[in-house]
């Protein structure tokens, strides 16, 4: 398929523009295959209120929200569907929560290609909306169980030919594969000098172990010595990963004990299984990782201190990984830590709104201004 070699470790000299610099180390030989929207080359952001906060020596944001449509998805999808396409794909479908949905139905689009989306009953609307936007077949199924609705769409790929697009390494490795470039993107923007921890969050585990085989191609190139300690977070209500940690159990028996009844509002990591937990395991296993499961209420409190103190507006989905520091504050005090941020705010504008309180209304009078609550102490705070 591919091999690392010393061409691939030159890669890593140059500045990547896209995921597609790292040609040579994915799974699409064909370059008129490719399919992109100038998906990777993401920037890593200096937190450093945050960092004081918990008491870090360093933290560091990789943003995925800068993809084209807010989410690492792309990586994985711009991938999965170039080699569909090399392998004469017209039709193309994905089971999502919502991230995957979109990617698909936008990569697709540019593509001249079919989408069909299995949307499950964690989708937000906002999500549901956007993958209607880009022309996508959208079908929302009636079941909390993300397996049951992967199994009703692998069923429709077999009996209607479209290429399985989702990001499931355990059904399709290929679509997990752009994922790896996280990792490359990583040693690059910190010269290779890579962080103690990598903290993400985990729903069927394709990002935390695609990550992982990212820095495990690097240490083969010679390019590292070791991985940083990566971290998965999952949601209380969710959290298979956190599961067969605790209870250590193999890959082939967290199959067998789905998560019973997902609740949790970070609808994109509410897998029941871990789809991807061949690498997801061993990814925490092998560099000496954790795993951390973080309630409803966490989530919402460290979505506002990320947007308010850093400006970044993340998604639930990634909220988890910055509510989860808290718990891991006597492991990883004065360390450096990089925390992976899935996906872009944007997309959950209409729940937020939900939620927010609209602001006063006042007439354009100065006085009006002095006499609000707020007024905001110092004269040039404004």
């Not at 990547?16 to 920037?43: K, N």
């Not at 918990?54 to 449509?69: D, R, S, V, W, Y």
């Not at 690492?72 to 949905?101: C, M, P, W, Y």
């Not at 191609?217 to 209500?237: C, F, M």
Request: one cysteine or more; aromatic letters at 6%; a neutral charge.
């Amino acid at each position: 398929m591919y091999a690392l070699a010393e061409p691939s470790a030159r890669l890593m000299c140059r500045t990547p523009a896209s995921l597609w610099h790292y040609a040579p180390l994915l799974p699409v030989s064909q370059r008129r295959c490719r399919i992109t929207l100038g998906e990777g080359a993401t920037p890593l952001v200096a937190a450093p209120r945050l960092a004081k906060i918990f008491c870090l020596g360093e933290l560091q944001i990789k943003n995925e929200g800068a993809n084209p449509t807010g989410s690492f998805k792309d990586r994985q999808v711009s991938v999965g569907i170039s080699h569909a396409r090399e392998l004469g794909a017209r039709t193309v479908a994905a089971v999502s929560s919502g991230n995957v949905a979109t990617a698909t139905a936008a990569y697709a689009a540019h593509a001249g290609m079919r989408a069909v989306v299995f949307m499950h009953a964690h989708a937000g609307a906002g999500k549901i909306t956007q993958a209607i936007m880009y022309g996508a077949t959208v079908i929302r199924v009636d079941s909390d169980a993300p397996s049951a609705v992967f199994r009703l769409c692998m069923d429709a790929c077999a009996i209607y030919g479209w290429a399985h697009l989702s990001t499931a390494g355990m059904y399709e490795p290929y679509n997990v594969e752009g994922a790896k470039t996280i990792a490359y993107e990583l040693f690059q923007q910190y010269k290779g000098d890579l962080p103690d921890w990598v903290v993400m969050p985990v729903g069927g585990g394709g990002l935390l172990g695609g990550v992982w085989r990212g820095f495990t191609d690097l240490q083969r190139l010679g390019l590292i010595d070791r991985s940083p300690r990566l971290v998965g977070v999952q949601a209380a209500g969710c959290a298979p990963l956190v599961k067969a940690l605790k209870e250590a159990k193999d890959y082939l028996d967290t199959l067998k004990d789905p998560w019973p009844n997902p609740k949790t509002i970070a609808g994109g990591i509410a897998d029941d299984i871990l789809f991807d937990g061949h690498t997801a395991l061993p990814a925490i296993r092998c560099t000496g990782g954790a795993a951390f499961a973080v309630p409803d209420e966490a989530t919402c409190a460290a979505q506002k201190m990320l947007a308010e103190e850093e400006g970044l507006l993340c998604e639930l989905t990634s909220a988890v990984v910055f509510a989860a520091l808290e718990k891991m504050v006597d492991r990883i005090a004065g360390e450096r830590v990089c925390c992976i941020m899935t996906g872009s705010g944007f997309k959950e504008l209409a729940q937020m709104m939900e939620n927010a309180p609209m602001p006063p209304v006042i007439p354009p009078d100065i006085n009006a201004l002095a006499n609000m609550p707020a007024t905001m102490g110092e004269r040039n705070s404004l």
